[in-house]
Every structure is written in structure tokens, then in C-alpha cells.
């Protein structure tokens, strides 16, 4: 059977999304190859969560196409309604997947930024956290029925656990995880030596992450109108908001490492209006020196703006001009001496 106008629709929409992810993922590739930054664990699972959507997308026209999603059950054959709980079932393992992934993607971004002890403790124990809980809701989702084929056929004897109710309390913890990864930079963007206005501006750049609170927030909303007597047509818009969360989830997630193509972009310094927001100095004649350690938030930052992070930077001087600049304590010694002829000597000391 061929899709139904609700179907095409959803296709059309997650198509776009899927094609958005693609895009951002191969920008991201080639801006770490472009900046010959070594390739860490968020890069590949970045490009990881990008096929699992890729199969999400494949699963959805399957869905819409063979399994009856977007019409009314009265209309399906029970061929049909076989298809539409396998591929269901499918989904559900390629989400819960997808999810976990593109999270600890993020947290693991925010590690090669941001190299502070505490932090550093903070993202690992997060980390932790959602990969724990994602291994045991992928688990529990093999074993929501026993036997598993009683999920998809009905004609077996099986015991099932409520599965609507298992995925709410799913999205409910990603909804945490998400205000948490949210969250989490603040402090970090805050402590950084720069004019309020610059920490602003790159609170918008991790901020646009909070669409995709709203997108899980709404998941849940969705899931609540699943009629158990309709499911195959009233699961229209969970099943839009299952591929618009983790989409937007994984463009955020390549948005700033894709901003490092763009210089012009860059935040200016609203100091003086015109001069960059860093300045290295490599410079022998330089006044003042920065009291920013190697590991701390402003030099890490730093270093991402410059696509060098988690690479190791030599220099003569110091790293970087910041707020928090002293001038060099130089003493200089002068002696002169005048003999009583016309002929005087100056003698300069430093």
C-alpha cells in the first residue's frame, strides 16, 4: 500500500530534518579536517548517530508505506498491523539508541573545551549516567515481551508490559538530561575573561540546544494521545517528534564545531568594537601577561575558537590577552656621571 497524505507528509518533513543532519555532520568532518584536529569520541559518534538517523528515515518510509502509520486501523489488513508493530519495535530500538548517543556526543564536546578538574568530574559522572540508563532501557525494551513476537503477533501467548508507559518515563529522563546538558557550560562560558556581552553572545551558540528541551518536553505531551483503539492514526505526531528531537539534537550538537569555517563569524570583543575577541601573544614586546593557567576556561576556549584544541601548543610567551592582565615589573637602573670639563660621559644602565 502506498502512504497516506498524513504519511507523505511526515516523510517530506523528516527528510528535510535527516538531510539538515547530513549536512552538518559532513561540515563537521571536514571542518575538523580542515583544522587538522585530531577526530575524538563526540566526532564519531556524531557520525554514528548520523546512520542510526539515516535508518530511522528508512524505517519511517517503510512504516508509512507497508505498516499503515497515518491511518485509521479499520482500514489495515492484519498483514498490514503485523508490519506496523515490527517496525514499531524497530524504531524504538534505533531511538533509544540514537538518543544516549548524541548526548554524550555533546557532554564529550564539552570535555575538549572545557578541561577544569570538576568539570571534567561532572561531565564523566554524567556520562556515566546516560549510558547506564540507555543500556537498560535498550534492554528492557528486548524484553517488554515474553516472548518477544508477542509484541507484533497477536495470535501468541505473551505477557507485555505497558509500553506506552515505559516510554514516557524514557523521555522523562531525557527531558533531565537534556536541561542538564542545557545547563551544564553556563558557569564554565561565565568564568571566561570576557565583556558580558561576548558570554552572551556564546550562550546563544549552546542555548539553541533548548529547542530540543522543548522538543522532548512536547514528546511527552504527544504521547499521551496514542488511543489504544486507534494507535496506527492517533501515533501521527509521536511519531513526527520521535525524528524532530534527535535531529535537532545532533545539528546543535555540530553547530559550534562547524562555526571554526567560518572567521568572520567569530565573536568581536565589545571592549573597543573592532579587535577580536582573543589575542595570542607571540609577541616578544608584548606589555602585560595573562594569569590564565593551561587548563583553564579562557585559554580552552580559546584554543576551540582556533580549531586547536587537544593538540599541544608551544610558545615562548605566555598564551593569551585576557581581563585579567598584569604588567611585567621592569627595573631600570640608571647612572650618569659628569666630569667637570666640557667633555661628559652618559652612562646608561639597564
Not at 109 to 135: D, E, H, S
Amino acid at each position: 500500500m502506498a502512504p497516506s497524505n498524513r504519511g507523505w507528509a511526515m516523510i517530506e518533513i523528516v527528510s528535510v530534518l535527516v538531510g539538515l543532519c547530513l549536512v552538518s555532520t559532513v561540515l563537521r568532518v571536514f571542518a575538523r579536517l580542515r583544522r587538522r584536529v585530531g577526530f575524538g569520541i563526540d566526532d564519531y559518534l556524531s557520525m554514528g548517530s548520523m546512520v542510526l538517523m539515516i535508518g530511522m528515515l528508512v524505517e519511517l518510509i517503510l512504516w508509512c508505506a507497508i505498516g499503515g502509520n497515518g491511518t485509521h486501523v479499520t482500514e489495515l489488513s492484519p498483514k498490514t498491523l503485523t508490519n506496523y508493530w515490527k517496525i514499531f519495535l524497530a524504531n524504538q530500538f534505533n531511538y533509544f539508541l540514537l538518543c544516549p548517543a548524541i548526548k554524550i556526543s555533546i557532554i564529550c564536546f564539552y570535555r575538549r573545551v572545557f578541561t577544569t578538574p570538576k568539570f571534567q568530574t561532572a561531565t564523566f559522572a554524567l556520562n556515566t549516567l546516560i549510558a547506564a540508563w540507555g543500556t537498560g532501557i535498550f534492554l528492557a525494551c528486548a524484553g517488554q515481551c515474553r516472548p518477544l513476537r508477542a509484541y507484533w503477533d497477536k495470535s501468541i501467548e505473551g505477557t507485555c508490559f505497558n509500553a506506552n508507559e515505559f516510554i514516557i518515563v524514557n523521555q522523562a529522563f531525557n527531558v533531565l538530561m537534556d536541561f542538564a546538558i542545557l545547563i551544564l557550560p553556563i558557569p564554565m562560558i561565565w568564568n571566561l575573561h570576557r565583556a558580558w556581552q561576548d558570554k552572551l553572545a556564546l550562550n546563544g551558540v549552546f542555548a539553541l540546544g533548548a529547542f530540543v528541551c522543548f522538543a522532548s518536553i512536547y514528546r511527552i505531551v504527544v504521547l499521551f494521545w496514542i488511543s489504544p483503539d486507534d494507535p496506527t492514526y492517533t501515533v501521527y505526531q509521536a511519531t513526527l517528534w520521535t525524528h524532530v528531537e534527535p535531529a535537532v539534537g545532533l545539528i546543535c550538537s555540530n553547530l559550534p564545531i562547524i562555526r571554526g569555517l567560518f572567521p568572520a563569524l567569530k565573536l568581536k570583543s565589545s571592549r573597543n568594537g573592532t579587535g577580536p575577541a582573543y589575542i595570542n601573544t607571540d609577541y616578544s614586546n608584548s606589555m602585560f601577561l595573562s594569569k590564565s593557567s593551561p587548563r583553564s576556561p579562557d585559554l580552552e576556549y580559546m584554543k576551540m575558537q582556533a580549531g586547536v584544541y587537544n593538540t599541544k601548543v608551544e610558545s615562548p610567551s605566555p598564551g593569551f590577552l585576557g581581563s585579567d592582565l598584569r604588567p611585567l615589573n621592569i627595573n631600570v637602573q640608571t647612572d650618569i656621571s659628569i666630569s667637570p670639563d666640557n667633555n661628559s660621559t652618559t652612562t646608561l644602565t639597564h
